[in-house]
């Protein structure tokens, strides 16, 4: 009966995933009690659960509340958070609620609402455990099996670990100690959790990883043909390919163990296990694409519980930064093929003062919120550096300003964003209106750990790290393109000539010619912190909207690439202005819901529970560094 009540559980979640036999399972789930399940599509059912909730379908309710200001994406400047007004001549320019109040961080009392830390972000924590509570249903139900049976299922049990750790080690780089070696025992009745130490964890996933990985082939080969192709059916990320999977373990194992590599794990030789996985790495993009991807109704409300969703909803706060913005755009305002990074017309939204698809330009918003504040009202000196970046004069708002993302559903809208923002956004099109697939792992997020390995020598890599910074910008070119490109949303938008041609590009942009000038300017750096800051701004770009949290991981393990510093005016009375505000956020703190839930273990930590306590794997001669400029980029 406890599979039968499994299987009913898991009943959507599999119709979603399985097609050609769903007629047939609908016949049967009418009547439960003449179809009892096999142990492999009870446990499959809730690894694909697992699949979804913390991976592919990701969570609307925390990107709405994230994409705003001063949250995560803005306070780590991969977006802006600039808001436009109409209006250029009133000081209702932009939402100024930029509410750093984690720069008083030390001094804030527990519980007290700091916007950057508040709800969803905290909620990390309790995700971690109530979003992966199918992965100990799943060890609990294969235990109890042997033989046939047994060999059907240890393949769930043995991915469903690894989900499992790549969310557990996520969770450490936010939170440092968290409950993890007896975590998920609530059904064996163990309820009071100790927090583990931090590099004991990763140590454990790193050596979870290398046996799994080892593991798998034989674990495949013993399943009888029914069962793989339960498997093949069930496995939304790379339909059964064992070999894929393998290749994706080798790259988290490979991300954890560069993570770590400034500090010292005892029984854990990072440079060892990156030469075992460094010759069998994802050499592909591995993305995912279902039938929840993006079903937006872009004239109306969305699918929910879709973090497009959220993007969509949000889209007016996702300026594109100048910390980002100054790296990809080096010559004149235009966009110069071969000189200007090939992703700026895929990733951002390019405006034309001319009206025309082929003179198109690129301005950043300055992470500075006065900055912005004086550039709209034009109290900025065009001198200060030079025209690139600035509002130009004549501009305040060319036309109609798109305040609401709704307005993004009529061609008129789209023709605004154009025609009328010389302020860059990231892109509509690309972002919004495709279906956007789920990145799971990108070739050029690897080659990007790659160029660390070899700059650091913590690896031979076959490659010089030059040579892994040029790979990186190619691949995350085709990357970028691809998605770009793929198909439009079902309620696609109305669009013009022009717009769909700066938007959506037919030609990928030649990208060789920019991948050599990266090169060598990498390769001319001065020193390996200079070095470091290039392969960070890449991985900003690469990653931007999509991995914040990764990027947030290791702004503060590199402490690159450097931020601008943080001035507002006043903007609400309780907030009070901000004046080159540079202190360090180190990380959350714990959800007030584990002095209830955990109390007596919580106590044990609760000395180390603040902003500003180091994750452990920062490096001694890092902690002291902050990741900010001493001024704006354009001051």
């Known amino acids: 009966m406890k599979k039968i009540l499994y299987f009913l559980l898991i009943m959507p979640l599999v119709t979603v995933i399985m097609t050609s036999c769903e007629a047939e399972l609908d016949e049967l789930w009418k009547n439960p009690n003449k179809y009892v399940p096999a142990p492999e599509e009870v446990t499959s059912g809730l690894f694909t659960h697992i699949q979804k909730t913390r991976f592919f379908q990701e969570d609307y309710g925390e990107w709405w509340w994230q994409h705003g200001d001063g949250t995560l994406p803005s306070a780590i400047q991969i977006t802006a958070g600039y808001y436009p007004r109409a209006d250029a001549g009133s000081n209702n320019l932009y939402d100024a609620a930029y509410t750093y109040t984690f720069a008083l961080l030390a001094e804030v009392e527990y519980g007290t609402y700091v916007q950057t830390g508040n709800g969803n972000c905290q909620n990390r924590f309790n995700w971690f455990y109530t979003d992966l509570t199918n992965y100990g249903d799943i060890r609990n139900e294969i235990n109890k099996l042997s033989g046939e049976e047994y060999d059907n299922t240890i393949i769930y049990l043995k991915l469903a670990t690894v989900l499992k750790d790549v969310v557990a080690l996520q969770t450490v780089d936010l939170f440092n100690k968290i409950p993890y070696f007896s975590a998920f025992n609530g059904s064996l009745g163990e309820f009071s959790t100790p927090y583990d130490e931090p590099d004991a964890i990763y140590k454990s996933v790193v050596e979870e990883f290398r046996a799994i990985a080892t593991e798998l082939p034989d674990i495949y080969n013993k399943m009888s043909a029914v069962a793989k192709k339960t498997f093949e059916q069930q496995d939304i990320f790379f339909k059964g390919d064992v070999n894929k999977w393998i290749k994706y373990i080798n790259g988290e194992t490979l991300r954890a163990c560069v993570r770590v590599s400034g500090v010292t794990i005892d029984g854990l030789n990072v440079n060892s296990v990156i030469t075992e996985v460094i010759g069998n790495l994802p050499d592909q993009d591995y993305t995912c694409k279902g039938r929840m991807t993006n079903r937006n109704n872009i004239a109306g409300a969305g699918d929910g519980e879709l973090l497009t969703r959220a993007l969509y909803e949000r889209w007016n706060r996702l300026t594109f930064p100048d910390v980002m913005m100054t790296q990809m755009n080096h010559g004149t305002d235009k966009f110069e093929a071969g000189i200007d990074d090939p992703r700026l017309p895929l990733i951002c939204a390019g405006f034309t003062p001319s009206e025309d698809a082929d003179d198109i330009e690129f301005y950043g918003v300055s992470g500075d919120k006065e900055r912005n504040r004086k550039a709209l009202l034009g109290l900025v000196d065009p001198t200060s550096f030079g025209e690139k970046g600035m509002r130009r004069n004549g501009y305040p708002q060319k036309g109609e300003v798109t305040n609401n993302c709704q307005s993004l559903a009529t061609a008129a809208g789209l023709d605004m964003i154009v025609k009328g923002f010389p302020w860059t956004y990231f892109n509509p099109v690309t972002f919004l209106f495709t279906e956007w697939e789920y990145d799971i792992s990108t070739r050029a997020e690897i080659d990007l750990l790659l160029a660390e390995v070899a700059l650091k020598g913590l690896a031979s890599t076959g490659k010089t790290a030059g040579d892994h910074i040029a790979d990186a910008l190619t691949h995350s070119t085709d990357f970028w393109y691809g998605m770009n490109q793929a198909e439009w949303v079902t309620s696609k938008p109305p669009t013009t000539p022009l717009a769909d041609a700066i938007l959506r590009p037919a030609a990928k942009p030649e990208a060789s010619t920019y991948a050599a000038n990266l090169k060598d300017r990498f ?60 202190l360090v956020w180190e990380r959350f703190r714990y959800p007030s819901t584990q002095i209830s839930w955990n109390k007596e273990e919580f106590i044990k930590v609760e000395q180390d529970d603040n902003w500003v306590n180091p994750i452990f794997w920062v490096p001694q001669n890092k902690r002291s560094e902050n990741y900010f400029l001493l001024r704006a980029i354009k001051n």
């Open 523 to 582: 390769n001319a750096a001065n020193g390996e912190e200079a070095k470091m800051e290039i392969i960070m701004q890449q991985k900003y770009i690469h990653l931007n909207m999509i991995k914040p949290y990764e990027l947030f991981a290791e702004l503060r393990r590199t402490r690159h690439p450097k931020l601008e510093p943080i001035t507002t005016p006043p903007s609400y009375t309780q907030y009070p202005p901000l004046t080159g505000q540079t």
